[in-house]
Structures are given as C-alpha cells and as structure tokens.
C-alpha cells in the first residue's frame, strides 16, 4: 500500500477539502435528529403551556432550521461527491499512465516473459480496485467516524452510560472482520492472478483468431477459456461466502447491540433520566452508525482487492527500466557500425545465443545474414537496434560505445522492417506518418511505389486516406509487408535493417523489392543489413555472414562463399535445386 501514499499526496489539498465537505454534510445530517428532539421535548410533550402562537412560531422556527441543516448538508454533499470523485477519477488516471508509461520503458526482454495483454489488465484492475477504495474511505468510512464522534459527544451531554453501550460492539466486529478479511486477502490474490492469466490468454487467442478457426479450434479454445472462468468463479464464490459470514455476524451482533440500546433508553425514559425526544434522537442515530457498520465487510474486501491489485501495480513499477548513460554522448547520423567480440545468451538459458560476433560496416555497404533457423540472426538484429545488450562485448556506433549512447535517439535513425507485419488501425496515411509525422504526400507516395506498392495504390479509392483493415479495404499479407517496407523508408534512415523482409511475398514482388533494397544500396546513403533465408535477396550484399549455432562460420561475398563450398553453398545448392523442382 505503501506506492499509494505519493500519488495521494499530489491530491491532498482536494482530499482535505473532501473530508472537511463530508464532515459538515454528516453533521448537518445529525442535526436533523437532534432538532427533532427537541421539537418532541420542548414542544409536543409541553402543548399545553404554550399558546397557539407560541407554539406555531416555536415549533416553525425548529421546522425552518431542519429545513436549513438539510439544505447545508445537501449542498455540501454535492460538493463532497464532485471532490472526491475529482481526486479518485484524476488519481486513477495518473496510476494507469504512469504504468503504462513505465512498461513502454521496461528493456524488452521483460515483454518477451510475459503474454500480452497481462500488463495491460494489472492497469486496469489497480485503477478500478483504488478507485473504488478510495470512494469508501471517504464516503463511508470516515462519515462514520465523523457520525461516531457526534453521537458519542451527544450521549455524555444526554447520559454518559449510553456510550460505553453504544460503541461496546464495534472492537469485537473489528477483530472478527479483520481475521476472515485474511481469508478474503488470500483468495483475492488467486483471483487477480488467475483473472490475469485469462486477460492474457483471451488476448492471444483472439488475436491468433486466424489460425484458431482456420484449424477448427474454436470450440477447443472457448472450453479452454471457459475452465479458466469456472476456477474464478469457484474462487469469487468462495470469497462471497467469507464476505456473507462476515456480513452475518455483523448483522447479528448490530442487531444484538441496537435492540440491548432500545432497552436501556427506555429503561433510563422510565427513571426520567432522559426525555422522550432525546430516546427518540437516540434512536435515529444509530442508524446513522449501524447502517454503515454493516458495510464494513464490503469496505475490508475493497481494501483487500486493492492491497493486491496495488502490490501487482508496484512489481511492474519496480522494475528496472530500460538502461539509459546518465550523460549520453549525442550521436550525428550513423556512418559506421562495429560488433567487437559480442556475446549474448537469454536469462532462462543456460547456452549463448550468439558467441564472439565481430564485424564491422560503414555508411554505403550492405551487410548479410544468413543461417538455418536458430542460428541467432534474429538475435543480433535485437542487439544492433539496442532491444538486447550484450552480455559480452561491445557495440560502437560511430566509435561510440552503445553503452555510451541514448538508444531512442539512435533508433530514430533506424528503418525496420520485421518478419512479421505489424499495421495499425486506420489509414494508408496513418500507418506511414506514424514514423515520419512530418512526410508530406509526395514522400509518402513515393515511398510506396518504392516498395511495390503498385495494386494497393490502384484499389485504393481514396489514396493515402483509404482506410485498411476493418471498415476498410482488405490486404494480403504481402501487401502488408510492402507497407511495412514503405514505413521504413519514409523515415529517410541511416540504418535501415531488413529482417526477413521479403518472406511474405511472391517470385516477382521478391524481386522488384530486391531490386528496391539494391537501389537504396547503391546510394550509398545507408548502411543496409539484411537478414534472410532466401538467399536471393542477398546476393548483392558487398559482405555476408553465415550464422550457425550462434557462431560466424563463413563470410565474403556471394561468389567467394560459393567457391569455399562449405554452409553457404549447401544451402544455396538447395535452395537452386527446389526451384529447379
């Protein structure tokens, strides 16, 4: 609980002003009661010592000011529920930016463990679960206590043995709401766990929904979805138990305590100790205090939803983000790109995914990749764009350590175009822009013709402005890469990598795109690195690199490569010979 108090203290002035609005609207409430107690006392039980006009004017005036206490407390009520609704929506808000902002800085190994859509239902639930906490203490729990202090104040000036009475009770439901609230804390932890699990499991299954209906596995998936609902149900049922026996006892022992109060009151009316009207102000007061002591479970369970969901809410805050020089060193546009004796192995492995990697490329060459599938190439372009960081090694960027250097400002000047497509709702224009949001439309088309993108261009009814995807016209996957390709460019790069770039396309799209990539090579405005399995693509390369179990075997250019008969000639010997078939 300890990560909430800097968010409230932001808010403490407005919470202030919160307590003090419920403070008044609770003991204005109160004094309702109490003029009616003195409307009986004074004038109800004495009518016949008083005149008419004494009478109506004494009895109009207590009348007027119920009328006014009310009309205050109201008033402030509305004021009390606009603060605090303030404090929990503004709160709220800056828990789940805050965390959001931090998971985007997290190194991107942390993503790697997770499944999608964890993190985002851990937001979620911190900003609901303390939200709702915070609504409580204020509205409930604390007008109790302001409710609490009033009658006890009243009751010393009444007769001071109604107290100890009134609030003899409320140690004993203290102490036994807090030992079941324990259970309640327990099962809540599973749930939140559990329910997480789910979100993340949702996720991945509606966003695969491709791949789950195209092999008939929806009703595998639904039963699937369905066993982990059941096991929260059965969990939420539990707690409702827990929360019903507290409730219970609760109850009981308030109705015990209110029915042993009306005894004692009329006890103490029958010895003239107090008067009627003061029995009777009695009497509506405690359901100003009971009445919320009945909600005490509900508040324990809300504070232990939002204990757990506030300690998943700071395991995410506590971690590390990504690593960044507390005095970068400003990097002017990359010319130059050396890997010296890099190493790097995962942290759930216990063997190196990459063994003393070196080469080195500068601004006008084209460097290659190739390898089978697992020979790390996918791995080193991690590390060259700084989403890895050596284990070993070091990495120079212009002759500057990337130790050294701030890699968003780095990335800045990197196009990637990753084996897998990844667009985003909205426009042709939209997608572009979002790397380069100040391209103009001649840029933007040119990029595309660039990349191939010539039948979009002609389906697209309304250029740049025609929306893809859902409420939009449909696009294969190879036109997908071709707009992922065509992004990278529009970023005007120093670096561009291309990491199984032409995967998704056909012969002759492979080919224009190659012939594209070779162009901007002959440039000589980019260091180009390319990654590939068809080694077509990268015949042009000026230096290829064969991979194999995270070690360069070979390099040298195509012809050289296939002279040395070794990796490099198998597999293109292979690749030649399926063509062939």
């Given at each position: 609980?300890?990560?909430?108090?800097?968010?409230?203290?932001?808010?403490?002035p407005l919470?202030?002003l919160?307590l003090?609005?419920?403070?008044?609207?609770?003991?204005?409430?109160?004094?309702?009661?109490?003029?009616?107690?003195?409307?009986?006392?004074?004038?109800?039980?004495?009518?016949?010592?008083?005149t008419?006009?004494?009478?109506?004017?004494g009895?109009?005036?207590?009348l007027?000011?119920s009328?006014?206490?009310?009309?205050?407390?109201?008033?402030?009520?509305n004021?009390q529920d606009?603060?605090v609704n303030?404090?929990?929506?503004?709160?709220?808000?800056?828990?789940y930016?805050?965390?959001i902002?931090?998971?985007?800085?997290l190194?991107?190994?942390?993503?790697?463990?997770?499944?999608?859509?964890?993190t985002?239902g851990?937001?979620?639930?911190?900003?609901?679960?303390?939200?709702?906490?915070?609504?409580?203490?204020?509205?409930?729990l604390?007008?109790m206590l302001?409710?609490?202090?009033?009658?006890?104040?009243?009751c010393?000036?009444?007769?001071w043995i109604?107290?100890?009475?009134?609030?003899?009770?409320?140690?004993?439901?203290?102490?036994?709401?807090?030992?079941?609230?324990?259970?309640?804390?327990?099962?809540?932890?599973?749930?939140?766990?559990?329910?997480?699990?789910?979100?993340?499991?949702?996720?991945?299954?509606?966003?695969?929904i491709e791949?789950?209906?195209s092999?008939?596995?929806?009703?595998?998936?639904?039963a699937?979805?369905?066993n982990?609902?059941?096991?929260?149900?059965?969990?939420?049922?539990?707690?409702?138990?827990?929360?019903?026996?507290?409730?219970?006892i609760?109850?009981t022992?308030?109705?015990?305590?209110?029915?042993?109060i009306l005894?004692l009151?009329?006890?103490?009316v029958?010895?003239?100790q107090i008067?009627?009207?003061?029995?009777v102000?009695?009497?509506?007061?405690s359901f100003?205090i009971?009445?919320?002591?009945q909600?005490l479970?509900?508040?324990?369970n809300?504070?232990?939803e939002?204990?757990?969901?506030?300690?998943n809410?700071?395991?995410i805050?506590?971690?590390?983000?990504?690593?960044?020089?507390?005095?970068?060193?400003?990097?002017d546009?990359?010319?130059?790109l050396?890997?010296?004796k890099?190493?790097?192995?995962?942290?759930?492995?216990p063997?190196y995914?990459?063994?003393?990697?070196?080469f080195?490329?500068?601004?006008?060459?084209t460097?290659?990749f190739?390898?089978?599938?697992g020979?790390?190439?996918?791995?080193?372009?991690?590390?060259?764009?700084?989403?890895?960081?050596?284990f070993?090694g070091t990495?120079?960027?212009?002759?500057?350590?990337?130790?050294?250097?701030?890699?968003?400002?780095?990335?800045s000047?990197?196009?990637f175009?990753?084996q897998?497509?990844?667009?985003?709702?909205?426009?042709?224009?939209?997608?572009?822009?979002?790397?380069?949001?100040?391209?103009?439309?001649?840029?933007?088309?040119?990029?595309?013709?660039?990349?191939?993108?010539?039948?979009?261009?002609?389906?697209?009814?309304?250029g740049?402005?025609?929306?893809?995807?859902e409420g939009?016209?449909?696009?294969?996957?190879g036109e997908?890469?071709r707009l992922s390709?065509?992004?990278?460019?529009?970023r005007?790069?120093?670096?561009?990598?291309?990491?199984e770039?032409?995967?998704?396309l056909?012969?002759?799209?492979?080919?224009?795109?190659?012939?594209?990539?070779?162009?901007?090579?002959?440039?000589?405005q980019?260091i180009?690195?390319?990654?590939?399995?068809?080694?077509?693509?990268?015949?042009h390369a000026d230096?290829?690199f064969?991979?194999e179990?995270?070690?360069?075997?070979?390099?040298?250019?195509?012809?050289e490569?296939?002279?040395?008969?070794?990796?490099?000639?198998?597999?293109?010997?292979?690749q030649?010979g399926?063509?062939?078939k």
């Open positions: 609980m300890k990560i909430l108090y800097p968010y409230l203290k932001a808010y403490y919470i202030i919160s003090v609005l419920a403070t008044i609207n609770q003991s204005f409430s109160m004094m309702d009661p109490y003029i009616l107690g003195k409307v009986i006392d004074n004038y109800a039980l004495k009518f016949s010592t008083f008419i006009n004494e009478f109506v004017k009895v109009g005036l207590l007027l000011a009328m006014a206490v009310a009309m205050i407390s109201r008033i402030a009520k004021f606009y603060c303030t404090i929990v929506q503004r709160l709220g808000a800056k828990m930016t805050d965390g902002r931090h998971s985007l800085e190194p991107y190994e942390e993503f790697e463990d997770q499944r999608s859509g964890e985002l851990i937001l979620q639930k911190v900003r609901t679960d303390v939200e709702k906490l915070l609504s409580s203490i204020i509205n409930v604390f007008t302001v409710g609490i202090v009033f009658v006890i104040i009243y010393i000036n009444v007769n109604v107290a100890p009475v009134y609030f003899s009770m409320i140690p004993i439901i203290a102490i036994i709401s807090s030992v079941l609230s324990k259970k309640i804390k327990k099962i809540q932890k599973i749930i939140v766990s559990e329910t997480t699990i789910l979100a993340g499991s949702t996720t991945e299954s509606l966003r695969n791949l789950v209906k092999l008939g596995l929806s009703q595998q998936e639904i699937r979805l369905n982990n609902t059941i096991k929260i149900l059965g969990l939420e049922l539990k707690k409702v138990r827990y929360i019903r026996s507290i409730s219970f609760q109850g022992i308030i109705n015990l305590l209110r029915t042993s005894g009151m009329m006890y103490l029958f010895s003239q008067q009627p009207g003061q029995f102000t009695l009497f509506i007061y100003f009971f009445g919320p002591l909600e479970g509900n508040i324990i809300i504070y232990r939002a204990e757990v969901s506030l300690n809410f700071s395991k805050m506590n971690k590390k983000s990504e690593p960044q020089p507390k005095h970068p060193i400003q990097i546009r990359i010319n130059s050396v890997f010296e890099v190493s790097f192995k995962h942290k759930s492995s063997t995914a990459l063994t003393n990697i070196s080195k490329v500068n601004l006008g060459n460097l290659a190739v390898g089978p599938s020979s790390g190439k996918t791995t080193l372009v991690k590390l060259l764009v700084g989403l890895y960081r050596p070993e990495i120079y960027y212009n002759q500057i350590e990337g130790s050294k250097i701030n890699f968003d400002d780095l990335r000047q990197i196009g175009v990753t897998d497509s990844q667009l985003f709702s909205g426009t042709i224009g939209e997608n572009l822009l979002f790397v380069n949001p100040l391209a103009t439309e001649k840029e933007c088309i040119d990029v595309l013709e660039k990349s191939a993108c010539h039948s979009l261009l002609n389906r697209a009814d309304k740049l402005d025609t929306i893809i995807g939009g016209i449909k696009i294969s996957g997908k890469q390709i065509a992004r990278a460019l529009l005007k790069p120093a670096l561009l990598v291309f990491d770039a032409t995967s998704s056909d012969s002759l799209t492979e080919v224009e795109i190659t012939s594209t990539i070779r162009t901007i090579s002959d440039n000589h980019h180009t690195i390319l990654i590939a399995h068809r080694l077509s693509t990268i015949m230096t290829i064969v991979l179990q995270g070690k360069i075997t070979e390099s040298g250019n195509h012809d490569l296939l002279a040395s008969k070794g990796l490099y000639f198998a597999m293109w010997r292979q030649i399926e063509r062939k």
